[in-house]
C-alpha cells in the first residue's frame, strides 16, 4: 500500500487496534488511504474470495419477496464469546425480534477465531432468521468460512456478503463490500482489504439498478467519511471513514447503509446531508452506525458510555426509520 502515515500517528491506522478495553473504535488516522498503483497503472482488484464480482449473476441471491415492509436486525462489533458476552447477546438478539426483525446483518468484528465466531454469529442464528455475515479487519477469510458452513450444518440459514455480494430481500437490495480500506488496518492475515476497483464496479453496479428495483442497501464495515461530530466515524474527535464511499451514498445509488468499526460513534444515524435522524423518523436516505452489540461500556463523544446496542432499520417503500435497541440497565450513562 502507499505510504500514509501522519505525523504523531503511533497508534493510527488501527481498526480497534490498541489492545487496551475498550479499545479505540477505530479508523484512527484522519485522512483515508491512496490506493496503490499495479503493474501497467491498472487497480488490482481484492481478493475474490473477499469480495467475489459483483457483476457476476452467482453473486446475487434471493431470500425474501417483497412484503411492503423490511425490518432488519442490525449488528456489529460481537467481539467475545465467553459466557457474559454470549448471555448478553443472546437477550440482544430477542430484543431485536420482539420488535419486529425478518433477517439480522452482523456488519464486522464477528470473532477472532473460528470457535468465537461459529459461537457469536450462533447466537444470531438462534433466532431463527436469516442471518447475512459482512467480514471486517479481523476475520480470515477461510476461517469465516468454516465456522458459517458448521452453522449451515446445523440448519443455519446465513449468507456472506463476500460471495453473495447482493442479497435480494424483495423491499431492498442488501449490496455488500466486505473488509477494510487498507492492508495496515488489518488485525490477521488473511483478512479482506477493499481496493479502488472493487469500489468502482460497485458504483458501476449501482447506476446499472433498474429505476423499478428495490432500493440498495450498502452494508461495509468501514463508514463512510463525515465532516463532524454528528456523523458515523468520529474517533477522537476527529471524522476517519473512507471518503471513497460518500459518492456511493444517494438517493439513485444506495439510498440506505449499515456501517461499523468505529464503535464511539455508533447507535446513531444520518441523512443524504449527515443531519442526524431521529429514532422513528422517516428519511428517503438513511445511513447508520449501530455500534458495538457486545457488553463492553464504550465511551461515546458526548462522554456518556453504552454498553451494548444493536438497532432495528426499517424500510418501507422508500423511506427508513431506525430505532436503537439496548437491554434495561444499559442505556448511556
Not at 282 to 294: C, F, T
Request: net charge negative; with cysteine; glycine share 10%.
Amino acid at each position: 500500500m502507499s505510504v500514509w502515515i501522519p505525523v504523531a500517528c503511533s497508534c493510527a491506522l488501527v481498526l480497534a487496534a490498541c489492545t487496551q478495553k475498550p479499545p479505540s473504535g477505530g479508523l484512527t488516522a484522519p485522512t483515508p488511504p491512496a490506493q496503490p498503483a499495479a503493474p501497467g497503472g491498472a487497480q488490482q482488484r481484492s481478493d475474490a474470495s473477499c469480495a467475489a464480482p459483483i457483476e457476476l449473476p452467482g453473486s446475487r441471491v434471493q431470500i425474501r419477496p417483497a412484503s411492503g415492509t423490511l425490518r432488519i436486525g442490525v449488528f456489529a462489533g460481537l467481539k467475545d464469546a465467553d459466557d457474559e458476552n454470549v448471555t448478553h447477546l443472546r437477550k440482544l438478539a430477542a430484543e431485536v425480534v420482539k420488535r419486529g426483525a425478518e433477517l439480522i446483518v452482523a456488519d464486522g468484528d464477528v470473532g477472532d477465531n473460528p470457535d468465537e465466531q461459529e459461537t457469536l454469529l450462533g447466537v444470531l442464528t438462534e433466532t431463527g432468521l436469516p442471518l447475512l455475515v459482512a467480514a471486517g479487519n479481523r476475520e480470515v477469510r477461510s476461517e469465516l468460512d468454516a465456522a458459517e458452513g458448521e452453522l449451515r450444518k446445523k440448519g443455519a440459514k446465513v449468507w456472506d456478503l463476500s460471495h453473495s455480494r447482493v442479497v435480494d430481500a424483495g423491499d431492498a437490495l442488501i449490496v455488500g463490500l466486505p473488509g477494510t480500506m487498507d492492508r495496515r488496518l488489518l488485525h490477521a492475515d488473511g483478512a479482506c482489504v477493499y481496493v479502488q476497483r472493487d469500489l468502482d464496479a460497485l458504483a458501476a453496479f449501482l447506476d446499472r439498478l433498474p429505476a423499478k428495483d428495490p432500493p440498495a442497501l450498502l452494508v461495509m464495515a468501514v463508514p463512510p467519511r463525515g465532516r463532524d461530530r454528528s456523523a458515523l466515524d468520529v474517533s477522537e474527535g476527529q471524522n476517519v471513514g473512507d471518503a471513497r464511499i460518500v459518492p456511493l451514498l444517494s438517493l439513485r445509488r444506495a439510498p440506505f447503509g449499515i456501517f461499523g468499526q468505529v464503535w464511539e460513534s455508533g447507535g446513531r444515524a444520518v441523512d443524504g446531508a449527515g443531519a442526524p435522524i431521529a429514532p422513528g423518523a422517516a428519511s428517503s436516505q438513511l445511513y447508520l452506525n449501530p455500534g458495538a452489540a457486545d457488553r463492553t461500556a464504550w465511551p461515546m463523544p458526548d462522554g456518556t458510555r453504552v454498553a451494548g446496542q444493536a438497532a432495528v432499520l426499517t424500510i418501507q417503500g422508500r423511506r427508513g426509520t431506525v430505532e436503537i435497541v439496548r437491554l434495561p440497565g444499559a442505556e448511556k450513562t
